[in-house]
């Protein structure tokens, strides 16, 4: 997927399920076995090789999970539930078992 739409992806994200936006958002190269991450002061940081080499709807989903941790910052129930709310997974394997290429 390309990169550059992920900012509007976020706005089109954030605005239907009425999130925050984060504070930042980046494209991290070290990341080995992490997909994503969100901090606890709002920025997201997503996993560069997941995003370059995987689809819209994965990277999509990615993104989802990530932003519903602006509001719940563990994997809690309420956490559990957003994620099904918004259309992602508390694991984003759960959600593309055999598509996403690591």
């Known amino acids: 997927m ?21 504070k930042s958002l980046t ?5 080995k076995t992490t ?12 996993n560069e090789w997941i995003v370059l080499h995987n689809n819209k709807s994965v ?14 910052f563990n994997h809690s129930k309420e956490f559990i539930q957003a994620v099904k709310i918004i259309g992602s997974a508390k694991y984003i394997e759960d959600l593309f078992p055999n598509m996403i290429k690591r």
Do not use: Q, S, W
């Open 59 to 72: 990277v999509e989903a990615l993104l989802k999970h990530e932003i519903v941790h602006l509001r719940h």
């Open 27 to 31: 494209l991290n190269r070290r990341f």
């Open 2 to 22: 390309n990169p550059k739409h992920l900012d509007v992806m976020v706005l089109k994200i954030c605005g239907k399920y009425n999130y925050p936006l984060p």
């Open 35 to 46: 997909l994503g991450k969100c901090t606890d002061d709002g920025r997201i940081e997503l």
